[in-house]
């Protein structure tokens, strides 16, 4: 092999977060009417399936400023009622991550476990190494790891872990 055919050979595609992180939007005038559109703007970028939209658009979303969090799911523990979310963080990466929260809602205690044990066997995997490269959060316990993967990979997390996220895949 010579020095120009190498210099030919082609490189292996460089590695990117699939979902990053959108910046946070101070001049947001987003109001619960207008949310909608930030809704539709995830369906489409997370490739949400058509099957399951009408249950996140029932979901109840409230625009509430100055929120303590980016978003947040009441009531505590069961997060079954409604999503609040701080307008300078209403964009499709923040709804993501609460609607997984959402979905995790509908896993069972073995189904948590197993999405553990399911976690270790892809860890290898080139884009869920990158994440936890980058991400500290994830670390934080379960749920937020579990909703991570789904905020950054979205539908280019490895196959096994769609299994975790009913009404998500
Ligand atoms: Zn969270």
Redesign the pocket.
Known sequence: MCWLSNLFKPKPPILTIPHPEESRNFQSNIDDLSFFLILEEWFGKWKVPLSYQYFWRARPIVIVPGLA?Q???YPALTWTDRTEIDPTWANPGVLA??M??VSYSFLTITDVAQFNITYQEVKSDALVKLLESQNQ?MK?NT??LH??IYRYLGEKMPDKLKAFYPKLF
């Open positions: 969090y978003g947040a799911n991550h609460e997984a929260h959060y934080t749920t937020e909703a991570e």
